[in-house]
Every structure is written in C-alpha cells, then in structure tokens.
C-alpha cells in the first residue's frame, strides 16, 4: 500500500485545514486509517483513527488534545482518508503523517500506537501562527 498525502501548510490561529491521504495498491475498505504527529523535540503522537469499514463500522476516535476540533473521514470509493482540522491552534503545529494496517481485530488501544501500522505515507507540514 502506497500512501500520498495532500494538504498541510501555514494558517493563524483559529483557522482551518484539510489533509488528504490517498492510497493505492491495496484493497482500501479494509484497512484502518490512522493519522499521527510529530512536533519539533516531541516524539510522535497519535492523533485519530477511522476503523476499516468491515469493522465496528468505520468508527473513528481522537486523543483528547483535538477532539471537537478535528473529523477524520473516509471516502472509500476515492480510496481517501482526511483529516478536518477546525480551530487550529499554535501547538497543533508539527508534521502530519497518515498511516494505514489492514483490519485484524486489533484493540482501539493498539490503534493509537504508531508501531502498530504497517503503512505510512510521507509527512506533510502544519503550521500554526498565533
């Protein structure tokens, strides 16, 4: 599976931004999506996921730090997962990466563990100005 992301860039705070993560080689409906971080000096963090459409019926979740603020979506027929990113703020800033595993009954917890992804396409810069 080849992920090719699409988006990112520089907005004040309090704006918005869509990334897109379209994948290609695989069969998409059946893995789940997961979206990370990376701030400058910070290790990686786990920002949503949306659940392979076979399982629990694509239901997403989000770390506590953007829930409200972000929707993660899919579009299965384009093969597309995205990240709504509403209400930025300065430390949402860090480089986005999306990230795919292919549906096995993994726990909700392992789902929000970058090492549990087998996939994962290059990041994409977000930058928040206040």
């Known amino acids: 599976v080849q992920l090719r992301r699409l988006g990112g860039g520089l907005v004040q705070a309090g704006g918005s931004l869509r990334l897109s993560c379209a994948a290609s080689?695989?069969?998409?409906?059946?893995?789940?999506m997961g979206w990370f971080r990376q701030a400058p000096g910070k290790e990686r963090e786990f920002v949503a996921f949306v659940a392979a459409i076979t399982w629990s019926g694509a239901s997403t979740y989000y770390t506590d730090s953007v829930k409200g603020r972000f929707t993660i979506s899919r579009d299965n027929a384009k093969n597309t997962v995205y990240l709504q990113m509403n209400s930025l703020k300065p430390e949402d800033t860090a480089s986005y990466y999306c990230?795919?595993?292919?549906?096995?009954?993994?726990?909700?917890?392992?789902?929000?563990?970058?090492?549990?992804?087998?996939?994962w396409g290059q990041g994409t810069q977000v930058t928040v100005s206040s």
């Open positions: 080689g695989g069969t998409f409906s059946m893995y789940t």
């Open positions: 990230a795919a595993v292919w549906q096995n009954s993994q726990s909700w917890k392992d789902l929000r563990v970058g090492r549990t992804y087998d996939y």
